[in-house]
C-alpha cells in the first residue's frame, strides 16, 4: 500500500481512538458487520499460520443468561473463591512502574465516578458490571486449545487489537475484560466447550454512550523515548 495520507490518517485515527469503553448504548450490531469484523481480524500473523482463536458471539437472552449466573457468583463472596484463573494474567508479585499504573488507572476511573477509595460496596458494582459486558449489546469470549503454547498467545494478542481496530473502523467499540477468566467454569458449562479449550478473555462491543462519564477517561501513555532504544 502507498503512504497515502488519507490511508495513514484513517488507520491511525482507529488505533488512537481506541479506548476501553464501560458504558454501551443497547444498540444492536449487525451480524453481518460482526462478520466483516472478524474478517478482516483473522488476518492477523500467527506462526505458521496456525490461526488458534476462537470466537463465541453472546446476544440476547444467552448473554443475558450468561451474565447472570457469573454476576450471581461474584456476589457471592464464598461461592467466588471457588472461581480462580486458569492462567496468571497479572504479576504474582507486583512492581513499579506496572503497579503505579494500574493504580493510577483505576483511582482516575473512581473518581470520575464519584467512588472514593473506602467505598467497597460501591467498587463491588463497578466490577460487576464487567460481567454485564458493561450493557453492550455483544459479549465475545475468546477461546484457545490447550496444546498451543506461548507463541500463539502472543499471536492471539494481534487477532484481538484486529478485532477492536475493525469495530472502531466501523464506529463501534469495545472493551476486552480479563475479568472473565476467574468464572471459566461457568463459562465452559454455558458454551459446551470442549475440555481441549481455555478461556482467553471476554471483550464487549457495540456503540459507546456518549453520556456516561466512565467513558471519558482517557488512559496516558509513555512517550517514545521511555520504552524505545534506537541504536546505529
Known sequence: MDPNPQNIAAVDAAITSRRSIRAFLPTPVARETLEDIFTVAARAPSGTNTQPWKVHVLTGAAKQALSREIRTAFDDPVERARHTEEYAYYPLEWSGPYIDRRRKVGWDLYALLGIGKTDK?????????????????????FTIDRVMQQGSWLDYGMFLQNVMIAARARGLDTCPQAAFTQFHRIIERHLGLAASEIVVCGMSLGHADPQAVENSLVTEREPVSAFVRFIE
Do not use: S
Not at 460496596?121 to 459479549?139: K, S
Open 121 to 141: 460496596a460501591r467498587m463491588h458494582e463497578q466490577h460487576a458490571r464487567n460481567y454485564d459486558f458493561f450493557g453492550a449489546p455483544v459479549g465475545l469470549i
